[in-house]
């Protein structure tokens, strides 16, 4: 699998196959179903510095190819996290990534602190794109000027490896790319959910509590794609790229739009195995067309 | 521990104008996984061009003769219009086995008497459930309810295991209005109440329950994107927080819930 | 069908439902299927001030619930559509609406002033919004800067019925929706695609000739609709949705979410009798429901 | 004048691993609409997560006595494959007829010699021209090519309507190698030449027709989104612009196409 190995800052993947954020637990409740040994890394459920209840019921609606949420990031807080997760999840054979979200630039550091501590945790990945939060979350993300914000403070903080998520819902991506570039992030991974909304005709109401929510699953696929090839072209940090993956000829196509690695989210819900799949298709893609290694492959799109 | 497979479908027939009864088995005759009653499985259904989620279906019995997992399915939507089509031979992929399960009575009493009620597609899990009751002794009493007669189902199969009471909206079998209105209920003798059905049947019962001090168990069908814990769409909010259907559910005490008023 | 009938500026429909702009060619490309006659008003094709042969082949990628393409506004010219083809559709039984697109505010107005004349258009659309051109096109629609300088430019010269159709590759629609409105737009529609990509991975290369497209279809639905309600409640000018329309409830989705009338794109390909269908499922949803008439229905979403 | 209607399955033939020959008749025995040689349908794939535009297949027959169309699906992606399980008695939604048609031979003398060469799936609207030409009093000489022989389809239909010349990559049927290299083609005898198949074959038999003054037209298969000329993605830049192949085409003179180099 030597192939496969891909750096992300100070990360070093086997392959380039995570997980997303929100979409898999803390990787445990995934072990019955696949060897997390298997994967580059896990990105596990967005944390914050308190704990959070999250939205009401109902929190999903079926799209088409797809699906809104608006869970809201419902967690324990970091504390929690600290001493109850961690400790069940440190040993996996995989890196594992902490999703960390805020209200305040200082939560946002705050959090990012307390995670920095952690032996088995390389990296955070902050969440300043989450669109079913009331304050924070996707504000800090689409503006240049608030996302630096964000990762100027965090970054003070926080020496290990740092991913900053992008939000889609923005009319120039890489604006925002760039500024989070500026204050020192490591990588950028994109993209979090498309802000959507679902209509019950029979209620007349939103299906969702919230009214809008994030939209996910392959119908944002060729939005996320176009983002990710703007994102590579802009910046020089790796790219981790997602949104609607769900086979391993789809990671092969935001590998070659840029990312250096790819992460799969509501797609885990539909096949709790695709992320191992997608490894073993990524390998046999390079097999196949004699491609030396996985490197070769990113951003090597002809146009 | 939770699976992926591939069953094959045995039998699939048509109950009524929108019920089938889909009859599953593992492909080489190994025994299927073990699944407890308030369990649920995962359904993908790959033929439908707007089904894109798993759909979750109650464990209706398990016949372990036969080694078939039956699923009752209410046809309502397109995917579950499509595993009504499903036919001998087909291959099916699910996950399994699902969710908590029901607990059995406080009492140990045997003799002790037990109360399932089922509403409408809520009737699915109380089959399985019945039959390991009667296995281990104790005589439970259904009381079903739906629209008409035609939509009462596996009446039969109940029969098996315990006394069968029902009504319909139309009164065309058993009482006439809804279950909760039986007269099966006015002597609050049962020591435990296990109900699944249309949410407002399983707070009148819960309510019924608790104003009389009886034990009882609901199981909610919240929407469900993952079936497994980690999606966090499912919740209910309970006297212990949001917490999820399909791993501390589908089956709760309703001390835990927020429904009495 | 009276309680259908909807006022657009001057444009009086005989129901809300219309067609979209080059999904439906100039009309004449459905009579075989569907008596337009039924239909609230159609959009045709993209019209220019000069010709245009439009991008080079492939044009179209087919993506989960939905399909990328890449046209770039091939038609041959206001001067021909005038000549040649407004005779041959100016006696359709209902209301005929030109999109008009450029590349410079000149070309706009020069374009929509060549259009006024015509009795039997009463309306023009103008979509600042097209991801498909070079210049021009998409540019006017992603700030409210532009936006206003193009519809400032048209109203001068334009005195019917002017939608501006915006875009939804934005941060923030509204703010390009009040600016349209304040430049005295009588409506707007939106959304235009959202600008996507896909990529061959065989071939290493995008699937389209022009790299980018626009995504339209089912799988834009959750986005367009919250957009629609974002709109409805920024501006006071009627809103014409779209995006992903397959059926009459999702017509109804759109309506509840604040659209005075809705256009078809996409799924017209897919059932050329989509849009009769919706005219039909819309009065009988009013009928089983009581409603006496379709306003009652625009933007009563319960939230 | 288009139509989208249902058509019946009344038979289905897996003619070889990945080729399928798919007939269909009226609902209600009412004759098929006309179709011309050349034409093709748009099949409307309901059972495909992954399928959502209209799949674009050539009319490679019409029974006239049986009121039947025939396609000969190919199957590449999840829409062909669909399109291969569907059994005798479903229910298929199409638009039809799309597109022009092949032109007869522009001599009418009909002793003038006709090759009609089709390449893969490319044959599939050969057979149906085939068989017109042959019923107007020509006689048509098929050159058929494939990778190998279990790929060459139908030959015992085509040899119904005049002279079969087969070419295989791996020499296991008639000639080995391309089409482009067969034997038949050393005489420049042809008045005429029509083809279908991929673009490289249909390329070099333009270039080969041009070279000797013969007549030629090609049927493309772009990409298609509609089918009825509305999207403008199918468009092949021909000597009058961009021009639409599902409505000028698929049927082109090679003069108005820019192939020849
Ligand atoms: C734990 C659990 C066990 C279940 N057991 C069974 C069973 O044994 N048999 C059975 O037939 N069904 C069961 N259901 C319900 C079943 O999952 C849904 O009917 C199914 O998902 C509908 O899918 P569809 O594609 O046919 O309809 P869709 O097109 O998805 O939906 C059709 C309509 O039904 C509504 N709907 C869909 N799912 C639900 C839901 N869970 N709650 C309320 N409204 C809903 C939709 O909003 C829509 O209006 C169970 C659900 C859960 C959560
Ligand atoms: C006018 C016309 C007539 C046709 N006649 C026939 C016929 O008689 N029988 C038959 O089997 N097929 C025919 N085709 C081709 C057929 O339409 C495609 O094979 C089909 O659309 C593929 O659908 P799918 O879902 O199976 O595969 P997809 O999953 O859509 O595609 C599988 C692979 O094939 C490629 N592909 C799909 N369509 C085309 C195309 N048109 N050109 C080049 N590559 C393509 C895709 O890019 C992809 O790599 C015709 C096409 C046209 C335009
Ligand atoms: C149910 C759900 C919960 C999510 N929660 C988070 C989260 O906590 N933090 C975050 O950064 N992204 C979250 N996301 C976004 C995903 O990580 C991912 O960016 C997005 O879903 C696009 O990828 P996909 O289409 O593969 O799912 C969530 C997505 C879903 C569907
Ligand atoms: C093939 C194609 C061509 C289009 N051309 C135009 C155009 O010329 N002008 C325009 O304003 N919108 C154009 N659109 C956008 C549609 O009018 C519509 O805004 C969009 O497709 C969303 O609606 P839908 O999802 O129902 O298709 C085009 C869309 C498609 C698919
Ligand atoms: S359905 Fe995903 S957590 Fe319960
Ligand atoms: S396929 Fe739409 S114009 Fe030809």
Redo the contacts between chains.
């Keep these: 699998m030597d192939k496969l190995n891909i750096q992300i800052g100070n990360l070093a993947l086997k392959n380039p196959v995570m997980t997303a954020s929100?979409?898999?637990?803390y990787g445990k409740?995934?072990t019955?179903?696949i060897d997390l040994g298997k994967l580059g890394g896990i990105c596990v459920k967005g944390t914050t510095l308190h704990d959070r209840?999250?939205n009401?019921?109902?929190?999903?609606?079926?799209?088409?190819?797809?699906?809104?949420?608006a869970?809201g990031l419902?967690n324990k807080g970091v504390d929690y996290f600290v001493s109850n997760i961690y400790p069940e999840i440190k040993d996996f054979d995989t890196h594992i990534i902490v999703n960390v979200s805020g209200s305040t630039i200082e939560d946002y550091a705050e959090c990012a602190a307390r995670l920095s501590d952690l032996d088995k945790i390389p990296g955070i990945e902050l969440n300043i794109s989450c669109p079913n939060v009331k304050e924070g979350g996707m504000a800090f993300g689409?503006?240049a000027c608030s996302a630096a914000d964000v990762v100027r403070a965090v970054r003070k903080v926080y020496n290990k490896t740092l991913i900053v998520k992008l939000s889609p819902?923005?009319?120039d991506i890489t604006e925002i790319a760039r500024a989070a570039e500026a204050e020192g992030a490591d990588s950028l991974s994109l993209i979090n959910t498309?802000?959507?909304?679902?209509?019950d005709?029979n209620?007349?109401?939103?299906v969702l509590s919230t009214?809008?929510g994030g939209?996910s699953?392959?119908?944002?696929?060729?939005?996320a794609?176009?983002m990710v090839?703007q994102t590579y072209n802009a910046v020089k940090i790796p790219i981790i790229g997602m949104g609607?993956i769900s086979s391993w000829?789809d990671a092969?196509?935001f590998i070659?739009?840029g990312s250096s690695a790819i992460q799969i989210g509501?797609y885990?819900?539909?096949?709790?195995?695709i992320s191992e799949k997608v490894v073993n298709g990524i390998q046999e893609?390079l097999d196949n067309h004699n491609i030396a290694h996985i490197k070769d492959l990113i951003g090597?799109?002809?146009? | 521990m939770k699976k992926m497979l591939d069953l094959i479908v045995t039998d699939n027939s048509q109950l009524n104008q929108s019920y089938c009864l889909l009859k599953l088995s593992t492909t080489n005759s190994s025994p299927l996984p073990e699944m407890f009653p308030g369990q649920f499985v995962e359904v993908h259904v790959t033929d439908s061009p707007t089904t894109f989620l798993r759909r979750p279906i109650s464990v209706n019995f398990i016949d372990k003769e036969k080694n078939e997992l039956w699923l009752l399915v209410q046809a309502i939507g397109d995917g579950t219009r499509r595993m009504a089509t499903y036919k001998k031979g087909d291959l099916v992929n699910l996950l399994l086995p699902l969710g908590n399960s029901f607990t059995p009575p406080e009492s140990s009493d045997k003799k002790d008497r037990v109360l399932l009620v089922g509403g409408g597609v809520g009737t699915a899990p109380m089959l399985y459930w019945g039959s390991i009751l009667k296995e281990e002794g104790y005589s439970p009493v259904f009381l079903l309810g739906a629209r008409s007669s035609k939509d009462l189902l596996q009446l039969d199969e109940f029969a098996k295991y315990g006394d069968v009471y029902t009504t319909t909206e139309d009164g065309s079998h058993g009482e006439k209005g809804f279950v909760t209105n039986h007269s099966i209920l006015e002597l609050p003798d049962f020591k435990q109440i296990y109900t699944c059905g249309p949410k407002p049947m399983m707070m009148a019962i819960a309510n019924y329950a608790h104003k009389h001090g009886i034990t009882c168990e609901v199981s909610l069908e919240n929407t469900m994107a993952c079936g497994f814990g980690v999606c966090l769409c499912c919740i209910e909010n309970t006297t212990r927080g949001n917490v999820c259907v399909c791993t501390e559910g589908p089956v709760f005490n309703i001390k835990d819930l927020k429904w009495i008023n």
């Design positions: 929100g979409t898999f637990g409740e995934y019955d179903f209840q999250g009401a019921y109902p929190r999903m609606a079926e799209t088409p190819a797809g699906m809104l949420n869970v419902q689409t503006s819902n923005v009319t498309l802000l959507g909304m679902a209509i005709i209620k007349r109401k939103p009214v809008t939209l699953g392959p119908c944002v696929k060729p939005v794609l176009r090839w609607g000829q092969i196509e070659l739009a509501t885990n819900f539909i096949d709790p195995t893609y090597a799109l002809e146009v």
